[in-house]
Every structure is written in C-alpha cells, then in structure tokens.
C-alpha cells in the first residue's frame, strides 16, 4: 500500500490549489480515505473524508463550501479554494482500508504529506 500526495505550494490568500493523492496496493473504490492536515505547532486534524461510495464529510466547518474532495480512481483530490492564512499546513492523506469514515488519526496508511503554504 502506498500513498502519494502532490500538488502543494506557495499560494496568495484567495488563490486556488488541487491536491492529489495517488494510491497503490489497494482499490480507492472500495474503502474511506481522509485528507487530514497539520499546522506548524499544532495538532493534525482531520479535514475531510470519503467514503467509497462518494460521500464526503467535511469535518472543519472553516473549509466547507472552500474545499471539495472528490477520487478517480486511483487518484483523491482536494480542490481548495478561497485559500486563506490559516489553512497553511502539510497536507496528508491517509486510510485505514475500512468503509468507515472516521477524522481519527489512527490510520494504518499515510503518505508523505504536502505543504500548502498561504501568504502574501
């Protein structure tokens, strides 16, 4: 099982990024996979997860109506716009193999994370 996250970079507040995450060694079809991020001296938390039906649970209410997630198998995307200060972190995506979706963090499978950085 491997994950892989691209996409991050330096971005002007109210700028767009697209995150993705190419998985290996399982079918996204089939299982929950979460976008979770990590500020600089604080805690990783959850952002959003999808289940392999498609669903999504937004778990931040400061990135809803900003951040879409959505997967094409093998790859999961995190389109973030309306980009602000805050949501500057590296960017993880991360799995369990479970159908359940759950912002805990205690997931079996991560990737190498991506810095998002938001500054003028």
């Known amino acids: 099982v491997q994950l892989v996250e691209s996409g991050g970079g330096l971005v002007q507040p109210g700028g767009s990024l697209r995150l993705s995450c190419v998985a290996s060694?399982?079918?996204?079809?089939?299982?929950?996979i979460n976008w979770f991020r990590q500020a600089p001296g604080k805690e990783r938390e959850g952002v959003a997860c999808?289940?392999?039906?498609?669903?999504v649970i937004y778990y931040l209410d400061s990135v809803k109506g900003r951040f879409t997630v959505s997967k094409d198998s093998p790859t999961l995307s995190l389109q973030m716009n309306s980009l602000k200060p805050e949501d500057t972190a590296v960017y993880y995506c991360?799995?369990?193999?479970?159908?359940?979706?759950?912002?805990?963090?205690?997931?079996?499978?991560w990737g190498q994370g991506t810095q998002v950085t938001v500054s003028a």
């Open positions: 999808i289940y392999s039906s498609g669903d």
């Open positions: 060694g399982f079918r996204l079809d089939f299982v929950a």
């Open positions: 991360a799995t369990d193999l479970s159908r359940i979706c759950s912002k805990s963090t205690l997931k079996t499978y």
